[in-house]
Every structure is written in C-alpha cells, then in structure tokens.
C-alpha cells in the first residue's frame, strides 16, 4: 500500500490556518471531518492496497526507531509465526520482513515507511558454497535411521540478521545439536543469528522416516542477511537411502576344524542379513579366554595356537542389519595339537 501524509487545510475567513498529518495503515475508506471556528470540511479518502501495520506497530515507545526489545520482539514472532500485536487484519512476520526490520535495527532508521516489498538489493546470489557449506555424517542410511549435518558460514568481519533455511525431503525430521546462539525456527528448520562474526557452524539431527523409499534425496539451503544485504543458494548435499536391511535367519554354526589341530581355524555362521558376528570361548571352569567380533559372518579362532590341548565351550553371537540378535547354545570344541 502506498501510504502518505495527507493535509487538510482548513481557512474559515481567511483568519486562521491549521494543517494536520496523517498515516493510514490500513485499506479501507475513510471520512476525515476537520472544524475550527465554526467552519468544518470533511474529506472521503480511499486507500488501497494491503496493510501497513509494521514497522509501526512494533514501536512501543514512539520514538520512530526499532529499539533492541523491539527487534527482539519482532524475532520471537517470527520464530512462533505469531501475530502481530496491534494489526487488523492479523500481519504475521515472514523472512523478507524480519530481514528488513533487522536492517532497520542495525541501521537505526526512522520508521516512516511500511513494509511493502523488498527494497534491499543483494549483494550475491545462486550458489556461493564458499559462503556456506553443508557437511553429512554419513551419505547412505536406511529407513528409520538418523545422521548429522553440519553447516558452516563464513561471517568474515560481520554480518548483522544472518537468516539460514534448510530445506529436507517431505517427512525429514530436524532435531538442533548446536545453534551457536542463534533463533530457531522448529516449523521451518530456519535458523537466525541477531550478528555473527567469523566461522559460524552448526549442527543438527535428521531422521529419515521409517517408510522412506529406496533413492538418492538433496538436502538445500539459502543463506540471507540484512547488513550487508546478502541472499545466496547454498550448494546441495544428496544423501542415498538404501532399501529397507534382511531380515537376520541364521541357518547353522560350524567351526573349521575338529578337533582344532592349527591356527587356521574359523568359525562360520550360514545364514543371511547378517552384519556382525561375536565368538566367546570359556575354560570348563567358566573363564573367559577368547572374546572376538568382526563384520560378517566368519570370525577367525586365532588364539587356538596359544590355548592348551583340552576341551573348552564356545558360544556364538549374530547381530543382524535389521537390529535382531541370536545367540546360539553352548557347545563343545577340542583343541589338539
């Protein structure tokens, strides 16, 4: 909306002139009716357009300035997406507003305009990856399964209102690890820093849902700032998500050799969606002289060279991709040499 001063001049007898301003926030129609000495005149004014309650409407005490409250106020409505006290219709603060009013703060400019549009030009756009860059824990996960991304912002000697926003696959959960002080916005997994200064990092959890299918999926971003005014796309990550994991089915444990003659003995599990497999050996006594874990299904009996000729009990361990375990019985093995 365009919104102005307007005078009325009012001049009964041509004794006396008085003139008075006016701002007009909202659209609507309006009838102003000024009298002095008897004499009145009345004026129907039409404003267009959409609402002009901010920045005003955040200036509490009336000084025509955004006070550090004032701003502060501003981002907790934008972190909550709350309302705007004092705006009919209800105004909600979005990005390119909070941008704007960060501007205004820093630079601690009259509020004498609305906020219609964006009037700050950028000084860079599309993909900066040496301005922000995105770093993976991992690049393959499965369903159901969480990882960690790091993003680091190079701030140099300042930034003032530095606004970043990730954006996930549908259904993606975002859990923060470390904000490094900034504002954030759990329903828009946007963070905001008030100044930032040098190597900005932070760190966030994501959960990939459960019934996630098999793909390649990009995780993006953008990068904005009031002082200097700065919006840039941040260079993609892609993640793969791997089909849902075997079922563990253990078929059968054997050991290589009986009786154990050499240090070339093995134990193998048969079976499929196995990932790990543990090997414990006991004494008759109970104690424990072999303890070994490996991936796969196949765990080398190296210490059958150090043990003495006798009989001992063996258990075997199989931890399965999709998280199940087995375990089988206690049996018995010979070492003889």
Not at 3 to 17: A, F, H, K, M
Not at 36 to 46: E, F, L, T, W
Not at 232 to 258: D, N, W
Request: glycine residues 8%; proline residues 5%.
């Amino acid at each position: 909306m365009d919104s102005r001063d307007l005078q009325i001049t009012v001049n009964p007898q041509g004794r006396r002139e008085a003139s008075f301003s006016f701002l007009f926030q909202t659209p609507g129609e309006y009838t102003v009716t000024v009298s002095a000495d008897g004499s009145s005149k009345s004026v129907v004014i039409k404003v267009a357009g959409e609402a002009a309650c901010l920045p005003f409407a955040l200036d509490v005490n009336k000084n025509k300035l955004l006070d550090d409250p004032e701003v502060i106020t501003a981002i907790d409505l934008w972190v909550r997406n709350g309302d705007v006290p004092g705006c009919s219709p209800a105004q909600k603060i979005d990005d390119a507003k909070i941008i704007r009013l960060i501007d205004l703060w820093v630079k601690q400019a009259q509020l004498t305009v609305p906020l219609s549009g964006n009037t700050m030009k950028a000084q860079s756009a599309g993909v900066a990856s040496s301005f922000a860059t995105l770093a993976a824990s991992v690049r393959q996960v499965r369903p159901g399964e969480t990882f960690t991304v790091t993003v680091s912002l190079d701030a140099k000697d300042g930034i003032n209102g530095l606004l970043l926003s990730q954006a996930l696959p549908a259904g993606w959960t975002v859990k923060p690890i470390e904000t490094q002080g900034a504002y954030y916005k759990a329903s828009e997994a946007k963070w905001l820093w008030l100044t930032a200064k040098g190597t900005v990092s932070l760190s966030y959890e994501v959960t990939v849902p459960a019934n996630a299918q098999p793909g390649v999926y990009q995780i993006a971003g953008r990068a904005k700032a009031a002082v200097p005014s700065i919006e840039t796309e941040l260079a993609p990550m892609t993640v793969e998500v791997l089909g849902a994991p075997v079922a563990l089915a253990v078929k059968s444990v054997a050991l290589s050799q009986r009786p154990v003659r050499t240090g070339g003995a093995y134990f193998v599990v048969e079976g499929v969606g196995i990932a790990q497999t543990t090997v414990r050996v006991f004494s008759l006594t109970g104690k424990l002289v072999y303890n070994a874990t490996v991936q796969g299904n196949v765990v080398p009996f190296t210490a059958a060279s150090e043990l003495a000729n006798g009989v001992y009990l063996y258990v075997v361990t199989v931890q399965g991709a999709d998280g199940q375990t087995v375990t089988s019985k206690i049996e018995k093995l010979v070492v003889l040499r």
